[in-house]
């Protein structure tokens, strides 16, 4: 085996590492966010937040705020799930 081949072997075991690493981090992110420590989405905005619901341990009306806050938890997993799929992928072609 010669130095390129070696180096070559190198980057594709830096770069499956870091792909390894990103699907780790966002498998992390679904499951905080679909487990039950998870009690609200924060917007910031300027130097303050604002908190869209308080979930906890409680059942929430279906309310505006509710619902809102919903669809943002669904895009959130739906496109996190999306990303992860595409790094799998991207791994097993290495």
Known sequence: MDIKTLEYLEQR??????????????QKFLNQVKGKSYKTIRLAIDSGSIEITKWGSKQLDLDYETVAE???????ITI???????LEEELAEL
């Open 13 to 26: 075991s830096m770069k499956g590492r870091e792909l390894f690493r990103k699907i780790e981090h966002l």
């Open 80 to 86: 996190t799930n999306n990303e992860i799929k595409l």
């Open 70 to 76: 919903a669809y943002m938890l669904n895009a959130f």
